[in-house]
């Protein structure tokens, strides 16, 4: 049987994206086609998105006088696999900056409304507003998105199964209880059954209060925020719906992802050809100003946050030189954080290379010509960066949380012997237990043999969105059987 899905997300790579979520909203749709899935992907008309599109004019398909006190259009339109349904409202999303916030990084104070009027009409979408549109299922991301279970809960499509993903807990969507009478939501609503939240009005928690199913983006994810240290505040919400929570690992996209065919490498490689990673690693060496030496070249392709441990590593730079090993970082994020690397890069010229910013191909060739990429995160619901590392043969050196305890298989001596080992896990992001790490992957490097069978496993791993697309496939069949 065929299904007709509709995704609601606040970001859909390559229209408009922040992070990792527009990546999977953008992927979900091809990765679903081949399981007998037609996926509708509801998408707020920021200017980006307007722009991409270009001079196609689309089909409006419904015009509101009053969506939550503005006027808005939904337009269909399409681009390539992408079937999209804009909301059009221009006094909620016509205007410069970022997707949630203002060029100086102010969130927009009008936040509320503009994604409950995203939620208000997936949740009319789902209840046949549009005549001959009709939907089996609503896939709802993150809390910008949240609402639509509760609108479809609270004023009429509530027979439409739902499923609420959770990209990042750290994000919830939280109000003052003043905007609940603006929702236009009935009285009982305000409730723990409903939109109530620590006395005010919390968008995520209202979907996963009414959503039918719930997953994250990693088993072991999906796991741990059951449990205080990682649950946000959501964990008894989440560990009273357990039954209904799973975890599904993202895919990445294996074509802009390949080293055979990716351009912004110094030479293409494979499985079978991984001698000519050499030519990538001079690159690296040449782009970090390291000199060269026997020792690995680790390297980090990161946000400088705190969830992402890289005080600790900070920390431990001076070791890492110590050990033999080179550092080749790219980053941003924390100011802090990036004096701390700047500072370790002072110390140890040729041995420590640091480049504060964004860039897309040099993080390709970093992950081509490092020996290995590494991840301390505290949290990582998913994580893409050791997904490349693998497809890479840069081997991943990760703490065990989240999704980074699902997708590498730790060194030990019976992973070792059985050979499918592809990486390095380490238990606790403190200093020794980073430094420890890091040992145990130098003294794997001085064996040609023991990295190289590292790098092969990893580099045949599959992460492709075959096996998610059917997982999800499957869980949305079993909803809309249920
Ligand atoms: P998160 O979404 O929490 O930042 P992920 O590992 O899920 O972490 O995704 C991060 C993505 O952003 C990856 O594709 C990674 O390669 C990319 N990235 C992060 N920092 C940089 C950077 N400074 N330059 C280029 N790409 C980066």
Redesign the pocket.
């Known amino acids: 049987m065929s299904l007709h899905v509709l995704s609601v997300a606040s970001e859909a790579y390559p229209l408009i994206k922040t ?2 979520l527009a ?1 999977v909203a953008g992927a979900l749709p091809g990765a679903l086609a081949p399981h007998g899935v037609a996926m509708t992907t509801l998408l707020p008309a920021y200017p980006a998105v307007v722009h991409s599109l270009g001079k196609a004019k689309g089909k409006v398909m419904h015009r509101y006088a009053d969506l939550l006190g503005v006027e808005a259009r939904l337009v269909r339109h399409r681009l390539g696999a992408l079937e999209l349904i804009l909301l059009d409202a221009p006094a909620l999303f016509a205007r410069d900056g970022g997707p949630y916030s203002d060029r100086n990084g102010a969130e927009w104070p009008d936040n509320w409304r503009r994604f409950a009027a995203l939620g208000r009409a997936a949740a009319d979408l789902a209840d046949g507003l549009v005549p001959d549109l009709s939907f089996d299922l609503v896939h709802a991301h993150d809390w910008q998105a949240a609402m639509a279970p509760a609108y479809m809960k609270f004023t009429g499509a509530g027979r439409t199964p739902s499923l609420v993903t959770i990209h ?1 807990l750290a994000f919830q969507g939280r109000f003052g209880a003043d905007i609940f009478p603006r929702l236009g939501l009935p009285a009982e609503a305000f409730s723990i059954h409903g939109v109530e939240y620590f006395g005010g009005v919390g968008f995520l928690k209202a979907g996963l209060q009414t959503t039918s199913a719930i997953t994250t983006v990693s088993p072991t994810y999906a796991d741990e925020i059951r449990d205080p240290e990682f649950g946000m505040g959501l964990e008894g919400l989440v560990s009273a719906r357990r039954d209904v929570v799973s975890g599904i690992v993202n895919g990445i996209d294996t074509e802009v992802w390949n080293p055979a065919s990716d351009p912004h490498l110094a030479a293409p490689y494979a499985l079978s050809s991984l001698s000519k990673r050499v030519a990538n690693r001079r690159a690296v060496e040449s782009a970090f100003d390291l000199t060269e030496g026997d020792g690995p070249i680790f390297c980090v ?3 400088l946050t705190w ?2 441990g890289m005080d600790v590593l900070a920390d431990v730079a001076d070791s890492l030189v110590g050990m033999g090993a080179r550092l080749a970082l ?3 994020g924390d100011p802090a954080l990036e004096a701390a690397f700047m500072a370790a890069a002072g110390r140890h010229p040729g041995r420590i290379g640091v480049r504060i ?4 191909p ?2 390709h060739l970093m992950q081509a010509g490092a020996d290995a990429i590494l ?1 301390p995160s505290r949290f ?7 997904l ?1 590392g693998l497809r890479y043969g840069c081997v991943p050196v990760v703490a065990r949380t989240g999704g980074l305890a699902d997708t590498v298989i730790d060194a030990n001596e019976a992973a070792l012997a059985a050979r499918v080992a592809t990486g390095f896990q380490f238990h606790g992001v403190t200093h020794d237990a980073v430094i420890r790490a890091l040992q145990r992957a130098v003294a794997a490097f001085a064996q040609p043999k023991v990295w190289a069978s590292l790098q092969k496993q990893g580099m045949k791993a599959d992460f492709s969105w075959g096996r998610s697309g059917q997982l999800y496939a499957d869980l949305y069949h079993r909803l809309t059987a249920a």
Not at 357 to 360: H, R
Not at 380 to 386: M, N, Y
């Open positions: 992070g990792g990546d990042n392709v990161s946000r969830q992402k790219l980053g941003s910013g964004y860039d897309e040099l993080s991840i990582e619901p998913c994580g893409l960066t050791q490349y």
